[in-house]
């Protein structure tokens, strides 16, 4: 199914969807093909082409081939990277380049989140250098932007990635971003209250939780419970009192209890 474009069809589907619920559901049926898997090997050499990265194999006959000393080639001006566009390696691995579009930054992130509900190990190595070297920078520039689904993608991320003992450290520095930060006092409530999700969850993996950090979580919790959007003046409450430092798709009352 992977092998044959399926997760791929999946994952564009996913970042169309202008329904949270549907969004949120869509990633959980992703992680559960990818635990079907089981191996985290398996897993790793499934999501590499969804990655932009090269097999496995592919990389392991170009180490063989450093032994064999420098090889000449020829450069065509053509082929160069154009000044500005970032770009990856695309699925085939043939050397080609690909402009990193900004709805390939939307399915890369979907595709991190349904690996950390996967396999918490193969999601963080995606979101590392390992697997998503840019991954900050392309967070950054997606909740920088106007779209809703952009920046309910990347609060999702946040929020599996926080249930993570090997990413929690990744996202606290994720958090001290403006653009990132912002996420947690937003108007919209499906956003909001996915980032808010993320900063309780950190703020519960603490060994040790002042009282003004628990009073914190409890208002983050509180807004969480509430239909409707926040007013102005309590979104910048949640803001300045949460903490800086579940598998399925929840519902907004869900992570609030």
Known sequence: FIRDGGMEKMLQCTVAADDATLRREMTVAMGKIFAA???????????RPLLGLKAKKAEDDEKKEEHLGPVIEEIDEEDEEEEGKVVDVNDEGDGKMTVMTFEKKMERTALTTALLL???????????SNGWPDC??????LAGSDQKNALCLVAELLAAAASVKETRATVGGFLVEPEIKNLVSHSDKDIRTAAASSVAKLGLAEQETEDIELIGLLEAACYMLED????KSKAALVSANVPSADEGALSSIDRGV
Request: net charge negative.
């Open 37 to 47: 898997l089981e191996s985290e090997e398996k897993m790793q050499d499934a999501v």
């Open 118 to 128: 996967a396999n918490g190990t193969v999601g963080g190595w995606a979101m590392g």
């Open 136 to 141: 900050k920078d392309h967070l950054k520039s």
């Open 228 to 231: 409707g959007d926040v007013e």
